[in-house]
């Protein structure tokens, strides 16, 4: 093999083990660009919540989410500022929002954690 053949094959080693080492992140970075949701059904009587509100790009952004658990994670939505939660008593953003919703939460832009804690009342 050619010298700039190695060179370039060590330096494409070294770059995707930087990559693994440092975990090179897209747009987002969960944590320090806004945060991604996780919704406590405490009631136990939510199926879905219906989120709207700002993403880490400074965009307004809304979608419904199942939430079948007591405890659910809402991945791959990064959300920051004020944010309005809607709770469903069917999937699908289905049937009578229940009371007190809309509830308006304001997400922190950074924290130590890649999760910001909701509860439905």
């Excluded at 991945?75 to 500022?81: F, H, I, V």
């Amino acid at each position: 093999m050619s010298l700039p053949a190695r060179v370039a094959r060590g330096a494409a080693a070294t770059a995707l083990a930087a990559g693994g080492v440092f975990g090179f992140a897209g747009a987002a970075s969960a944590g320090t660009n806004g945060q991604q949701i996780e919704f406590y059904d405490q009631r136990g009587d939510v199926y879905s919540v219906y989120l709207y509100g700002t993403n880490q790009n400074g965009q307004t952004v809304a979608g419904c989410f199942n939430t079948p658990n007591t405890d659910n994670y809402l991945s791959g939505w990064w959300w920051k500022g004020d944010v309005r939660i809607t709770w469903y008593p069917q999937s699908g953003c289905g049937g009578t929002a229940i009371e007190p919703s809309p509830e308006t939460f304001t997400i922190p832009v950074s924290q130590a954690s890649d999760w910001y804690t909701i509860y439905d009342l």
